[in-house]
């Protein structure tokens, strides 16, 4: 089923539709860019300049294990993860 007809058909009418909710502009995914500005919104409530606010994706760039390596090569000693899920 899956290589017969999912994916004979399906990969068109997503890209088709992908290409409508597509921001060409940056060439990004509605999903990173919901993601950036959650990432952003939420440095601005906290307010506070010793706390580092990052964003990564789990299936792309930026990677979860890049972005936890930087945090530690710049000296974060707690790390706390929010698995945020921007797609509605």
């Known amino acids: ?6 994916l004979t058909f399906r990969p068109q ?3 088709k539709l992908y290409q409508t909710i597509w921001n060409k502009e940056k060439n990004q995914s509605p999903l990173r ?3 950036e500005k959650q990432a952003e919104n939420l440095k601005k409530t906290t307010g506070k300049s010793n ?6 994706m789990r299936s792309s760039n930026p990677s979860i294990s890049h972005k936890i390596n930087k945090l530690e090569i710049e000296g974060c000693t707690k790390l706390y993860v ?6 509605y």
């Open 13 to 15: 009418k997503s890209g």
């Open 1 to 6: 089923i899956l290589n017969l007809f999912i």
């Open 51 to 56: 706390i580092q606010i990052d964003r990564a």
């Open 82 to 87: 929010l698995p945020m899920n921007p797609q």
């Open 33 to 35: 860019i919901n993601t």
